[in-house]
Structures are given as structure tokens and as C-alpha cells.
């Protein structure tokens, strides 16, 4: 079914270097990072599929913001039963199915994206291949529906839109599990296209203009002679004229309402303007106080912004709510535990630090990859502390097998030479 996924004839090819972080990571990353609730969206809107406003897709949102992911897709795929012939119900099915292995994998902490580390990483993502299957699935099945739908009416701005939706989560899928860049961003830039197009026969289909804001920036964020080269294909960027889109998106959306703003709190966190970015997240953590990413990320920008103190008690603050039966659902604490001892580290308190990274390698639903960071850092710490058995031990278990092979090599270089902090 690989025809399914047509791309414009305005493809590019890009170098494989770290210096396509933002169009390859964090554009196609955000593309679809967290849908958003329409609560605040009126019963009829001209400018979205009456099915986004629906009580059945709200109610589903709700379990998806309190990482419910279970109970979400049990309502979205009867959603999906009652209406098969929408595409965006099957992209409901796909966001959650999406979003529900990236949380298990431990890959929706945006500190994994904030540098140019990511792209470079050796780490291996062992999804399910019955999980994988039904996401390949799903795409091509709603890709194909928007096509049949668009050529029976091309003025069919609902299609349009949803086809950008799909494309853009697949290429958000493959980008962080596969580490297909290349052809993650062919993707991002048929979804630009699909919006762009919705919004031609719409321009007030606010939705759209995400994945147009995101590419502007990003696209504006390259090295020039990136920007040139991919500037030949008609691609342009301008950074402000994409947080600007984005914050439309973000006031007058209803699927990608609360995503803009995700979107834009990383991008302000990618170009150092914290109290930006946390001006935004705040308000998400405030409108969402049980949704455990929003808290975490509210954390972790304060730890960016360079207040340790107020990071380390965010933090902490978070793992006091966690404590709470039911105050958060499947809250990933290794995250947590890794954001603090990061802090604490910066912050000098090398004994909490080491205790903290032991705490994220310790919890039972830790990704190898993760896990295998923390012992690094644990290990480094206890060689900070003159404590040379204990870090021994942690870069042992850091050099085994599994994880992100990066750490590895580092680890087996402590374990001959002890690491002193330059």
C-alpha cells in the first residue's frame, strides 16, 4: 500500500548531519505531539469536521490527557465503528496507538529534543511488531480514504487536512523509532502541503496552519547554506511568522489547539528564550494539573531557564503528587527522577544527584535506554564522590547490552579511567 502515501513532486534530499536538527527533529517530532481537548470549542464550527466537536471525541480526549491511553483508544475505535468512512477517526486510533508506544518508550520527555544529540543517537526502539503493523495500517488506510474523498471533491478542506494530519503523525513515528529522517521530512513537507492547500480553500481552517507554523521555523532555523539549497524547492522559512501561525493555531484551533502551544514552548526553549517557553507551559500545566508530561515539562524549563532551586522544587513537587493514589495514571518517574538529579547535579549536590539517578534506573517501567543513562551518571557521581566500587558498578551495568550503545562506550572508558568532571 506504499502508494498511498504520494508525495508532491517539490521533494528534497537532505545531508545526514546534526545540523538538520530542527526541520528533521523538532519539526517532525511536533508535527503531532499532543492533540488537543476542544473544550472550548462551540457545538458547530464551519472550520473543522463536526466530528473534532463531538461529546464522544471529547470524553475520549479527556483519557488521552490523563495518559489513559487504554481507555482512550477503547472510545476512539468505537468512534472509529460508528463512523468508518471519517479519516479522522482512524487518525484518533493512530494518534493514541502513536502516542501510547512513544510514552512506554520513554520518548515524550522534550529534553530528548531540546539538542542536537537525538539525531545521532544509536538507540534502538523495540516496538511490538503487532503495534507497528497496525500503525502502518492505519495510515495507509486513512491516507487512502482522503484520497478517494479529495477526488471526489477537491475543495474538500476536511480531507485535506486530515491526509496532513496522518502523514505528519506517521512521520513523527518513524522519525523517533526508526530514525528515518529523510524520509520522515518528504512527509512533513506533504503535510505542510495538505494544510497549506486546506487552508487555501479554507482560510479559516485554523488547525492548518500548525504544520505550516512549525515548518516555517524550523526551515528558517537552519544554516544558511541548508536554507539555500532547500530554498531551490520553494521551501521557505521565517521564525516569527511561524510562532506567529502557531499561535493562531493555538487561539483559534480545535484539533491542534493545545499542541501549538507545546509546539511553541519548545521551539522558544530551542532558541534559549525560557521565560518565553514557560510562560507558555505554565499555563498548560495549570489548565492540565493531572496531565503528568505538562508538570514534567514545567520542570524541566525551569531547570533551562537556570533557576536549579525552583527546578529541583518542581520536581519534587511532581513526585509528591505522583504519591497521590490517582492523582496521575501510569506517571513515568524515571523522567522525573532523571530531570531532578540533573538539577542537582548542576546545583552541585553530587550524593542527591547519585541517589536520584539510581532512583531512575530503578523504576520497574524504565526504558533500557534510559536506564542505561542513569547508570552512567550514577556512575560518574560516585566517582565524583571517591566512591570508585560503586561507580565500577554503575558503568558495568551501563556497558551491558541494550540501550543506547553511546553510553556503552563511555561507560567502558570510566571503567578505565575514572571520570573527574571535565
Not at 544554516?223 to 506567529?244: A, F, H, S, W, Y
Request: with cysteine; proline share 5%.
Amino acid at each position: 500500500m506504499q502508494t498511498n502515501r504520494t508525495l508532491p513532486s517539490t521533494t528534497f534530499r537532505l545531508p545526514h548531519q546534526p545540523s538538520c536538527t530542527l526541520l528533521l527533529g523538532v519539526l517532525l517530532f511536533l508535527s503531532l505531539f499532543i492533540p488537543a481537548l476542544p473544550a472550548h470549542a462551540q457545538s458547530t464550527n464551519p472550520h473543522t469536521d463536526p466530528i473534532n466537536l463531538s461529546p464522544e471525541v471529547r470524553e475520549a480526549h479527556v483519557l488521552f490527557y490523563n495518559l489513559d491511553y487504554d481507555g482512550a483508544l477503547v472510545r476512539f475505535e468505537a468512534i472509529q465503528r460508528a463512523h468508518p468512512q471519517n479519516p479522522m477517526a482512524m487518525n484518533y486510533i493512530l494518534m493514541t496507538l502513536i502516542f501510547r508506544e512513544l510514552y512506554h518508550q520513554d520518548l515524550l520527555d522534550t529534553t530528548y529534543y531540546a539538542h542536537d544529540s537525538f539525531l545521532s543517537s544509536k538507540r534502538d526502539v523495540p516496538v511490538p511488531q503487532a503495534t507497528r503493523d497496525r500503525i502502518e495500517q492505519l495510515t495507509d488506510s486513512a491516507i487512502a480514504l482522503c484520497d478517494q474523498q479529495i477526488k471526489a471533491n477537491p475543495n474538500n478542506a476536511h480531507a485535506w487536512f486530515a491526509r496532513g494530519y496522518a502523514r505528519g503523525m506517521h512521520a513523527a513515528f518513524i522519525t523517533l523509532v526508526d530514525h528515518s529522517y529523510v524520509g520522515a521530512a518528504r512527509q512533513g513537507l506533504a503535510s505542510r502541503n495538505d494544510s497549506e492547500q486546506a487552508l487555501r480553500i479554507d482560510p479559516g481552517y485554523a488547525d492548518a496552519k500548525m504544520a505550516v507554523g512549525i515548518q516555517q521555523f524550523a526551515v528558517a532555523s537552519l544554516p544558511r547554506i541548508l536554507r539555500i539549497m532547500i530554498g531551490i524547492t520553494g521551501v521557505t522559512g521565517n521564525k516569527e511568522k511561524g510562532l506567529d501561525l502557531l499561535r493562531q493555531c493555538a487561539a483559534q484551533g480545535v484539533v491542534n489547539r493545545v499542541e501549538c502551544r507545546t509546539a511553541l514552548s519548545l521551539f522558544l526553549r530551542h532558541d534559549a528564550r525560557y521565560p518565553e517557553a514557560l510562560a507558555v507551559q505554565h499555563g498548560l500545566a495549570q489548565e492540565f494539573p493531572r496531565d503528568y508530561l505538562f508538570r514534567l515539562e514545567e520542570a524541566n524549563l525551569t531547570k533551562d531557564k537556570g533557576d536549579g532551586p525552583g527546578a529541583i522544587a518542581a520536581y519534587e513537587r511532581l513526585l509528591t503528587d505522583a504519591r497521590k493514589p490517582g492523582f496521575f495514571i501510569d506517571p513515568r518517574l524515571q523522567m522525573t527522577y532523571f530531570g531532578l538529579a540533573d538539577t542537582q547535579r548542576g546545583q552541585n549536590q553530587i550524593s542527591a544527584a547519585a541517589q536520584n539517578y539510581l532512583n531512575a534506573a530503578a523504576q520497574p517501567k524504565c526504558s533500557e535506554w534510559l536506564k542505561r543513562r542513569a547508570q552512567l551518571n550514577a556512575g560518574e557521581m560516585f566517582d565524583l564522590l571517591h566512591q570508585r566500587d560503586k561507580a565500577i558498578q554503575m558503568y558495568k551495568e551501563a556497558a551491558a547490552g541494550g540501550g543506547d550503545q553511546s553510553q556503552a562506550d563511555m561507560a567502558r572508558k570510566y571503567l578505565k579511567t575514572p571520570y573527574t568532571g571535565s
